[in-house]
Each structure stands twice: as structure tokens, then as C-alpha cells.
């Protein structure tokens, strides 16, 4: 039932990438100037030669690529970006939630490679062709997915900005084996704050989706 | 009862969020994530001290560097038309002044913005903002409440106003206390406490032109955050637009348009593009309020039978050095409980620090922690069970504006969370329960919340397919407020709610108060009844004007309406649609629009909420660690709209009330007067292992003096008393009295 069917390695490789997708006019404009081959970690650039300040970051763009919510995209950014402001800021992905940008809070959790991980602690060019699976991904088209089904049957969320972050881990501790009971639960949920306090609601929804009561 | 207020059939009594699919599938869209094909990218540079004046800014390596569009300070703002004309030397300004962005060189607290970095790309924006050279003469700063508590007084904004409530306050006989035959005096502290919502504080700013402004910003106001804008840019209000239709919490801390916002308005205005300013979680400490450190000392005489015969009650709070914000901390004690004597103080203290604002249970959540401490210390010197004591000075009447109450069921409150949590098993010595090696404490606290409401407007309308649009420019920073409104209009309209939308968090909507005092479901949840009742009225004269109609002849009080179809009577077979009545009269929609507020009833009734919470704590005695087990809260809100809802309001509530009472504490290093706790490694929140079940029970009557739904709004009523109820926990489990916020276990042990 946690089958994550974008996980599947199955994308497209058709060449055209992004071409018959929706995705925005600047991740075009990006894609554009993306060199097709991999290059290794470029230098930093100084600006200003004469300056004796640190190196001033005119970073090179690096390409690499990624699997997102099974599509393969072949991308160039800078190597500074975050796993998770490249899914916000350059592929408009914006279910993944910055919370804290320190590895805080949980609200960036995505799967890599079927393994939840926080996308903000992670450079994007270091995913090189890994799989990643946000938020917008969990579904199966229309179909949620059971763990959506449970945070809104339970009403596991109020203001929804630490949800996508929730339901991400929530999955990933089914997966683990991690949800065999309310205090299992709760320990390998700790890393997914909350702060209008919806925990016991989530707990109950993920205990519904163990027992596969969502169906019922 | 209910009856006379809501048609009587609820369609979905526990509707599930009507934005829930969104909230589930990453759809929702908050502040920062509008996308626009030109955005640039803001970030803030504050200051390093907390007292003095920038004496040099170098923004020549910023402004070299690549994708950089602008470093904007005060040297080269393009300016907030609004403030005054700058002074020659910079004058600090006088108290009662809103913060001034990039106005002059002055330095008013740590954090302060000083300039601001926009480039094409966020990291550019990063990087750059680390290469701007800022040079300071610092003055001596007063940042340390205890150090300057001496200096408190009463505030100007008060002086002035000879009838703010905020006045010292003497009720009865001032010998009351002196004479009291029991006499029990002990101060109480709350830290700095931060709002921290998961979603940082986040604004893009987009002019349209010249004179259009329209932002994207994280706030509990659009109608507010219009005005002000309009207001300090010198712009028609109209054209200035405010969208904020996912909030990510806020919890009070976007009651206000705070400086970032306008830093943003001005980076837009001088790169003439969108601009993006996404606060980082470190400056949320500095730049959106937070609940101030509060002194209170609460003084209390009884009888020996438990009779209280004198309160005095004062409060310190500290806030600005530029603005005065006052918190109700003390007169919640002139109404909670039957004293014929009571006195308040209540006095600010202006330190080197940001502006503090309103936090969920504003003051009330602070004060209630003294005088629910106190009345527990008060039952342990007379040994009488907490509760008894409580329900022996149950106040019947406002004891403040001898005013009976609109409706109050805390003794049923009492009853019935008592009984659920099984307060009748608690021994009443400290100390006295244990399990598994662990110190059982059993703890109460009562809550109230005064009861707020707004003038609001709603505009309901019929579409020609029987489908409902509600709208009104309210908000919903979580708790559910489409979900009741569109549950308000179902149940007035007979229509089910999967035909009914509600549109909020957009100022072009009508006329609605922001998101704050508990104020939402009163207020616009009443303007949304009022305009589906006059919609509902207005649709049946036109389908009783229909040749033939079975309306014709219907008597209103019978008519039923089902799924959109009307009866003439429960028993009629035969029916007709809101459709069919547009139909025939060719009409695409049919709307009204409302305006709800309050009447000659907030002289003759005082109106609050009322509630009390249970707490079951386990504490260490070798680490003093303690653990909340388990929460029964009780609340008397009138009638709840959303069971489902209102429950996790309540427990939300009751999360924030723990993180208050064992974990939250912003610390600052006064040498610098800089906070210390900067993030959630070092400001601790209750992460899941911290929280247990917690069962929320509603007395759920509604309350027919407040309002037509009878209904008096949750948020804030939820937090009121917890972090007591805690503490008193802790103390019948440990013998500990912690009368210092947070109870962590260096305080234990």
C-alpha cells in the first residue's frame, strides 16, 4: 500500500524533457543554456580580481540529472542550490515546504531513491541521477494516496504547511517498519515539527493506514 | 434551542477541510510560491547591535557581484512616502512610532533591517548579502528586563487615555487583604516566547504600474495590510491589492505589516520587478513580535473555608524602545472568579528590543499562569482539592461590570472534564502517586477568553446551476475557516457543501476583520449566515412568484430545502430547485451581500468563553524530565460550527500551552542583545514524542446573546490556562512550585 509508483524507473527519455510538460517559462529559459554534457564541480568565479575578499560566488552552472516524481530531467543550476530550492525556486514544486532551511523542522522531506531525506540539506547537483519523489508525487493521478486519504479523514493538519513534509516521513516510517504502534510513531515522526500541534491526529491517521482502516 | 439559530439539518456535521486536497498534495499555494517569469530575489541584512547608528555601508563588492540588481539602505531607499521628512542629525523617534524602514541611520534593536540585497537568483542574493560592509558606533543598550525592571511604568498610551482598562484598577475595600485571614503572595515569570510558525514570514511584491501595488504576503489581515500599505505609500486603497489565501500558521505574528513587508514593497519599487523576500528562520526571532517577558505578582487573601476575599494582581511587560504593546495580563483576575476585592497595576518596561505582539491567548494565556498558579498554591495552604476551590468562587456574574454573563457553562466544564479524566483519583499530597518509578502529577486550570466581534460582510450567490459562491476578505491561517463558513452557508441554504466555495484571503472581497481574538466565526461566520439567509429569502419570493408555483401558498416557517430542492413541507413530494427558480426568471446568479456586527447586547450581557483543561504529568525523580501523559480540555465556546475542526483547534491549543509550560524560552545574551535561540535546535517547540492524546470535549449550547449563530470562536481560549494546568501538575507530582516559564528540568532537580 506504500507502493510509490513515481519511484518506478521508468521516465521518458525521449530527449524532449520538459518540452511537453507545463513546467515554467524561466525553467525553460534554464534548460536552455544547460550544457548536455556532465561537467565536474566548476571553480568560483571572482568578480572582482582586484578585490582581496573572499572569492565573490559567480558559480558556474553545473548539469546533472534527476528523476522527479518519475519524470528524468536533465538540468543545469547552480551549484549552491538546495535539493529544495531547486524543486521550489526552478522546477515550481512548491509542496515542499523550507521551514527552517537547517534540517529543523522536516518540511522539506522528500524521498530520494525511495529513502526520506531533507531537501534542504542537500546540494541539487549532489542527487545526480537520483529518484525523487515530492509531495506532488504521492498521488497516482487523481487517487490519493491512503496516507493523504488518513490526514484528511483525521484531520492531521491545520495550517497544511508542515503537511506535505508529514505525509512524505509518514510513509517512509510505514515503509520502515517504524509504525507498529502510537510510540513507535511518534519517536520516528519527532523529526516533522508541527506547530499548530496536529501530532495526534497524525498519529491516528497513520495508524489508520497500518491497519489499513482507511479503506474501511 | 439550537433551532432558533440553524436550520436544523447539518448536512455533514464533521466536514472534512475543504481545502483539505490541496493541503495533502502540495497544492495549496502560500505567499512565496506564486510564480512570475521575472522575480528577483530580496534578502535582508540587520543589524549587529542593538543600540546606536550605522556610521558606514560599502555595497561595492554586493553590487558587483553577479545577478545583483540593488543593495538598498537608507543611504538610497526609494523611500516610504508616508514618513515624515528626515531630520538633520537623525532624531530617535518618540515613543508610539511605528518602525521606520530605511528611514535614517539609527539603530533600535538587534535585528533591525538595515539594507537590503536583490538579485536574479536567491543564491546570488545569499552571497551577496554577506559581502555588504557595514560600520556602526554603538551606544550603550538596555536589553536585560530584570536588570531595568525598575524602570517600568505606566504607559503613555495609558496616561493619556484616562478610560483604558489598563488603568490601575481598585475595586472594594482596600483593607481586604491586609485583614484576609489567609495571605498568599508569589511572583511569576514567562520568557519571550516566539510565535514560530512552520511557514517563515514571506511577501512577493509586484507594482503593476506606478500607482498599483499588489502583494503576496504572509499576514492574518488583508483588509488591515491594504489599508497600511495604501496608507504608507500614499496609494488609493483600491489600488493596492492584499492576497493571503494559505497561510502556514501564524499564530498572531501576522497581525501586523511588519518591516520585511515594506523592505520588499520598496525592493519592488527600485528594481521595478517582482520581488521575493522569504524571512529565513533566524529572523524570525527579530521581525515579527513575539510574546513579551512578563513580571506578574499576584498577592491573594481567603477565608480558611477557601472564600477568596482579596486579589491584587499586577503585571509588568516589556516591550520597544519606539512602541508601547499592552497585553491583557491582568484583567482577566478582575472577572474570573466572585472577589469583592480587587486591585490591578499593570506597567511596561521599554528596552533595546523589537516590538512584541500578540500571541495565541494574547495576555490572557500569561496572566491566567499566575492566577491559576496562584489559586493552586492557595487550595494546597488551605488542603482543599484545586477544583472545590474553584467551583467556590464561581463567579455567577461579571464581579467586573455586574453584568450577567450572555451564557456560562464552566461548571459544566468542570464536571464534565473532571469526571473524563477521573479527577477523583488524585491524592491530594504531592508526591503521593507514583508509576513505574515515575512521579505521577495530577493538574487543573480554568481558561476564559473575552468574546470579540467585528463588523464583517459576506456576499452569498446563487449560480444558475445551483452551485454557491461565499465570499468574504476573511482568512484562514488554520483553523478551518472555509470549512465552517461553507458549512454556515450549507446549512442556511439546504445545499450541500460540495456545491457551496468560499473565497477568502484576497482584499478585493467584502469587508472582513483580520484573523485574530478568536473573532473569525463570530464575526464573519455571522455575515456569512446573514447574507444566506437574505439569499435564501430572496430566492423564495422569486420562486413563489412563479406562475403556479407550490411555493405560493407554502408557510415559511414549514418550508424544507434539501440538496438545493424546496419543499413546501417535510411531507411534500413535490419540489423546486434554487436552478429552476433562476431558470424561470432568466437570471444567471442572484446575490446579496450583508453586513453583521454587534448591537445594544455588549451593554447588557458580558460576554466570554470559558474552560478548563486537566493534565496528567509523569516526572523523573533522578533527571526531573517531565511528560505530559494526558489532556482532557473542556470548552464553553457556544455552538461549535465543525466538531472535527474545533477539536484540533483545541488541541493545537493545548500543544502550544505544553511547548509554553516545559520548553519554550527565547533567551538573549545581553552583551550583545542578541538572541542566543536562533532556531528550532535552540528554541524547542513539542515535536510528536512530546504530545499524547489529548480528548477535547465542547459543551456545544449556543450562546442566542452573542450572535445569530451563537457562536463565540476557539483559538484563543484553547492556550488560556494550560501552561498553569502543567505546572500544577508538576507540582502535585514533585512538591516543586515553578513559578518561572519554562519548567525545565535544571528547575526540577
Excluded at chain 2, 665 to 690: K, L, N, Q
Aim: charged share 20%; with cysteine.
Amino acid at each position: 500500500m506504500t507502493d510509490d509508483k513515481p519511484d518506478d524507473p521508468t521516465p521518458p527519455d525521449d530527449g524532449t524533457f520538459f518540452e511537453q510538460s507545463d513546467r515554467r517559462l524561466f525553467l525553460k529559459q534554464s534548460l536552455a543554456v544547460a550544457s548536455l554534457t556532465l561537467s565536474p564541480f566548476p571553480f568560483l568565479k571572482t568578480a572582482e580580481p582586484d578585490s582581496d575578499e573572499a572569492p565573490v560566488g559567480n558559480a558556474e552552472k553545473v548539469s546533472f540529472t534527476l528523476s522527479v516524481n518519475g519524470k528524468k530531467l536533465r538540468l543545469s543550476t547552480d551549484p549552491r542550490t538546495t535539493l529544495l530550492d531547486l524543486l521550489r525556486e526552478q522546477l515550481g514544486l512548491t509542496g515542499t515546504k523550507k521551514g527552517c532551511d537547517f534540517g529543523q523542522c522536516g518540511a522539506c522531506t522528500v524521498h530520494v531513491d525511495g529513502q526520506r531525506v531533507l531537501a534542504c540539506l542537500s546540494f541539487a547537483v549532489m542527487q545526480n541521477g537520483r529518484k525523487i519523489t515530492t509531495i506532488e508525487g504521492l498521488a497516482k493521478g487523481d487517487r490519493l494516496h491512503p496516507m493523504q486519504e488518513a490526514f484528511i479523514k483525521h484531520d492531521g493538519f491545520q495550517c497544511g504547511y508542515c503537511t506535505p513534509g508529514q505525509l512524505m516521513s509518514a510513509v517512509s516510517c510505514l515503509r520502515e517498519g517504524r509504525a507498529n504502534s502510537e510510540a513507535d510513531i511518534q519517536e520516528y515522526m519527532s523529526g516533522n515539527l508541527c506547530r499548530c500541534g496536529a501530532y495526534p491526529n497524525i498519529v491516528k491517521a497513520i495508524l489508520d493506514v497500518k491497519t489499513g482502516g482507511q479503506n474501511a | 434551542m439550537a433551532n432558533a439559530h440553524l436550520p436544523p439539518a447539518e448536512p455533514e456535521p464533521s466536514l472534512n477541510r475543504v481545502d483539505g486536497r490541496l493541503k495533502v498534495t502540495g497544492a495549496a499555494t502560500y505567499s512565496a510560491e506564486y510564480p512570475f517569469d521575472n522575480l528577483a530575489h530580496a534578502v535582508l541584512i540587520t543589524s549587529t547591535i542593538a543600540k546606536g547608528r550605522i556610521t558606514n555601508i560599502n555595497a561595492k563588492p554586493a553590487e558587483a557581484a553577479p545577478g545583483v540588481l540593488a543593495v538598498i539602505s537608507h543611504r538610497n531607499t526609494p523611500g516610504v512616502p508616508a514618513y515624515p521628512p528626515l531630520k538633520q542629525p537623525a532624531e530617535r523617534a518618540p515613543i508610539g512610532t511605528a518602525f521606520r524602514v530605511f528611514y535614517d541611520e539609527l539603530i533600535y534593536f538587534s535585528g533591525q533591517p538595515v539594507a537590503v540585497v536583490v538579485a536574479q537568483t536567491l543564491e546570488q542574493a545569499q552571497q551577496a548579502a554577506s559581502l555588504v560592509e557595514i560600520d556602526y558606533q554603538t551606544e550603550t543598550h538596555q536589553t536585560d528586563f530584570v536588570a531595568n525592571r525598575s524602570k517600568a511604568a505606566i504607559a503613555m498610551n495609558v496616561q493619556r487615555n484616562k478610560t483604558s482598562p489598563f488603568q490601575d484598577y481598585d475595586r472594594g475595600d482596600p483593607d481586604a487583604m491586609p485583614s484576609a485571614e489567609v495571605k498568599l503572595e508569589a511572583t511569576y515569570t514567562i520568557p519571550t516566547q516566539h510565535h514560530q510558525p512552520l511557514e517563515p514570514h514571506a511577501i512577493i511584491a509586484v507594482w503593476e504600474a506606478d500607482d498599483k501595488l499588489t502583494v503576496y504576503d504572509k499576514n492574518q489581515g488583508v483588509k488591515s495590510a491594504q489599508g497600511n500599505l495604501a496608507q504608507a505609500f500614499k496609494l488609493p486603497r483600491d489600488n493596492v491589492k492584499v492576497n493571503a489565501q494559505f497561510i502556514g500558521g501564524a499564530f498572531g505574528s501576522g497581525i501586523r505589516v511588519w518591516p520585511h513587508t515594506v523592505a520588499a514593497v520598496l525592493a519592488a519599487k527600485q528594481v521595478k520587478r517582482p520581488v521575493k523576500l522569504v524571512l529565513g528562520r533566524e529572523l524570525m526571532f527579530t521581525s515579527v513580535g513575539y510574546r513579551p517577558f512578563t513580571e506578574q505578582k499576584l498577592a491573594i487573601g481567603a477565608t480558611k473555608t477557601g472564600i477568596l476575599t482579596a486579589i491584587m494582581h499586577e503585571g509588568i511587560g516589556q516591550t520597544s524602545a519606539y512602541e508601547e504593546h499592552l497585553e491583557r495580563t491582568i484583567l482577566a483576575t478582575r472577572a474570573m472568579y466572585a472577589c469583592l476585592n480587587v486591585s490591578t497595576r499593570y506597567r511596561l518596561l521599554n528596552l533595546d528590543v523589537n516590538t512584541p505582539t500578540w500571541m495565541r491567548g494574547p495576555g490572557d494565556a500569561t496572566g491566567m499562569f499566575a492566577l491559576e498558579s496562584a489559586l493552586d498554591e492557595l487550595a494546597f495552604a488551605l488542603q482543599l482539592d484545586p477544583l472545590e476551590l474553584r467551583l467556590r468562587n464561581h463567579a455567577d456574574a461579571d464581579p467586573e461590570r455586574n453584568l450577567p454573563w450572555s451564557a456560562k457553562s464552566l461548571k459544566e466544564c468542570y464536571r464534565m472534564g473532571s469526571e473524563q479524566f477521573g479527577w477523583k483519583n488524585r491524592k491530594p499530597e504531592p508526591q503521593s502517586m507514583q508509576t513505574d518509578g515515575m512521579l505521577v502529577g495530577y493538574g487543573m486550570a480554568s481558561s476564559l477568553y473575552g468574546f470579540h466581534r467585528h463588523p464583517s460582510k459576506a456576499k452569498a450567490m446563487m449560480q444558475a446551476d445551483g452551485s454557491v459562491v461565499v465570499q468574504s476578505a476573511t482568512m484562514d491561517i488554520g483553523p478551518g475557516t472555509g470549512t465552517a463558513m461553507t458549512q454556515i452557508a450549507a446549512r442556511m441554504l439546504g445545499v450541500s457543501p460540495k456545491k457551496i466555495r468560499f473565497d477568502l484571503g484576497d482584499s478585493s472581497l467584502p469587508d472582513a476583520p483580520g484573523q485574530n481574538g478568536s473573532a473569525t466565526i463570530p464575526s464573519v461566520g455571522s455575515a456569512v449566515h446573514d447574507a444566506c439567509k437574505a439569499l435564501k429569502n430572496k430566492l423564495l419570493i422569486l420562486g413563489a412568484s412563479m406562475p403556479g408555483s407550490i411555493l405560493s401558498s407554502a408557510w415559511p416557517d414549514e418550508i424544507e430545502i434539501k440538496n438545493g430542492r424546496i419543499y413546501p413541507n417535510a411531507e411534500s413530494r413535490s419540489s423546486v430547485s434554487y436552478a429552476d427558480i433562476l431558470k424561470y426568471h432568466k437570471l444567471p446568479q442572484v446575490e446579496m451581500t450583508e453586513e453583521s456586527k454587534s448591537g445594544p447586547e455588549r451593554d447588557q450581557y458580558s460576554m466570554y468563553s470559558f474552560g478548563c483543561h486537566f493534565v496528567e504529568v509523569h516526572v523523573s525523580p533522578v533527571t526531573g524530565e517531565v511528560r505530559v501523559k494526558r489532556v482532557v480540555t473542556c470548552a464553553d465556546v457556544g455552538k461549535i460550527i465543525n466538531d472535527k475542526t474545533a477539536r484540533s483547534q483545541s488541541i493545537g491549543g493545548v500543544v502550544g500551552g505544553i511547548g509554553m509550560a516545559l520548553m519554550e524560552e527565547s533567551v538573549m545574551d545581553h552583551r550583545y542583545g542578541r538572541y542566543v535561540t536562533s532556531d528550532f535546535a535552540s528554541y524547542h517547540i513539542p515535536v510528536h514524542a512530546d504530545i499524547p492524546q489529548i480528548e477535547v470535549f465542547f459543551v456545544d449550547q449556543p450562546d442566542v446573546h452573542v450572535n445569530p449563530i451563537g457562536a463565540k470562536g476557539l483559538g484563543e481560549i484553547a492556550i488560556v490556562g494550560v501552561a498553569a494546568a502543567v505546572a500544577n501538575a508538576v507540582f502535585h507530582a514533585t512538591g516543586k512550585r515553578v513559578r518561572e516559564l519554562p519548567i525545565t528540568v535544571d528547575k526540577l532537580v
